[in-house]
């Protein structure tokens, strides 16, 4: 199976994507996931392009026997990803000075609010598991 290196970078509106080796690839999605759909469908449309032309194209293209590996950059991965206190307590909707608090031991929290810090957590490894340097 073919893997498609997709450069990704995130913007105010979620994430916009080029394919480096099909010129003029392009696509945006609010998430990971509607990126990675949004990107294969202009896959077929550039199929669809370059079947009509009778230019040649990847057999595994045709079948969508292949596989997207979301490539990003270092300087946006740490500029977007909040993997600090502040950027988790921005990324939860909390208090950072309470989530401040919690780290250091001086509040226990309680189970609704170690949820929410958990699933916010497990929210940012997700979408990091996704994504290559």
């Known amino acids: 199976m073919q893997r498609i290196d997709v450069t990704v970078r995130p913007n105010q509106d979620g994430w916009w994507a080029e ?12 998430s990971l996931d509607e990126l990675k759909k949004n990107i294969r469908e202009a896959i077929d449309l550039h199929i669809e392009g370059l079947l009509e032309t009778d230019k040649p194209i990847n057999n595994e293209f045709i079948r969508g026997e292949y596989e997207l590996d979301l490539k990003i950059n270092i300087q ?16 939860a909707g909390m208090n950072r000075s309470l989530l401040n608090q919690y780290v ?4 226990t929290m309680s189970e609704k609010q170690a ?19």
């Open 76 to 91: 946006d991965l740490f500029e977007y990803y909040p993997i600090t206190v502040k950027g988790i307590s921005e990324r």
């Open 115 to 133: 949820l929410r810090i958990i699933g916010t957590i497990h929210q940012l490894g997700s979408e990091l598991m996704q994504l290559q340097l």
């Open 104 to 107: 250091k031991g001086e509040k």
């Open 19 to 30: 394919i480096k080796s099909i010129p003029g690839c392009y696509s945006h999605g609010e």
